[in-house]
């Protein structure tokens, strides 16, 4: 008989306020599915741990809780997800804000400046002679890795350490012009 009461009790319990309760969830976390989902989950713990609680436990209030922080809970999850893709966002905002300010402050005449051509030219002077001549048949004569290296008898391979030294010491003395020469040095790939 106290089973048969314990049912009827809850099942009460469920009719009166299972759509209040859902009502409740939705006007925090606006999801009705969601919402369904923690009150009848709210629900069946109660069911479940209700032998456990004090007799003086109102079951409305037991379940209205655990409803709650089941919503504190998944709006604390949301929060935290919005604040994730916010801050990747502001770094692709950051990114790009970046770029169109570097381009803007791009000085055309600058790239190609007196200054940096000497800079340029110094810096190809005082490579080894090998390197030096292998660097301007490449960027200046236009010739190929393999014609280079059939005219100079050397390997491919040779041809392509020469150029990798050159674009080095290139990169560490105009390091100070980089944001600015970045197409420049993709001409020199």
């Known amino acids: 008989m106290h089973d048969r009461n314990n049912i009827v009790n809850f099942n009460k319990l469920f009719n009166d306020y299972y759509q209040q309760f859902v009502y409740f969830a939705m006007g925090y976390i606006k999801d009705e599915t969601k919402s369904k989902d923690f009150v009848s989950e709210a629900f069946s713990i109660y069911w479940e741990k209700k032998e456990m609680l004090p007799k003086d436990t109102n079951p409305q209030g037991y379940i209205l809780t655990i409803i709650k922080n089941k919503c504190l809970n998944y709006l604390q999850h949301k929060n935290i997800k919005l604040k994730a893709a916010q801050e990747i ?15 803007e402050a791009c000085d055309p005449d600058t790239i190609f400046s007196q200054e940096i051509l000497q800079i340029i030219e110094s810096t190809i002077d005082k490579l080894p002679i090998k390197t030096k ?33 050159a674009l080095k010491e290139l990169r560490i003395t105009l390091r100070d012009f980089l944001t600015i020469l970045v197409p420049l040095f993709l001409l020199f790939k």
């Open 89 to 103: 966002s502001e770094h692709a905002q950051w990114i790009l804000d970046t770029s169109i300010n570097t381009l």
């Open 133 to 165: 001549q292998i660097f301007k048949m490449s960027r200046f004569e236009d010739l190929s890795h393999q014609e280079i290296a059939q005219q100079l008898d050397l390997s491919t391979k040779s041809i392509e350490y020469h150029i990798t030294i």
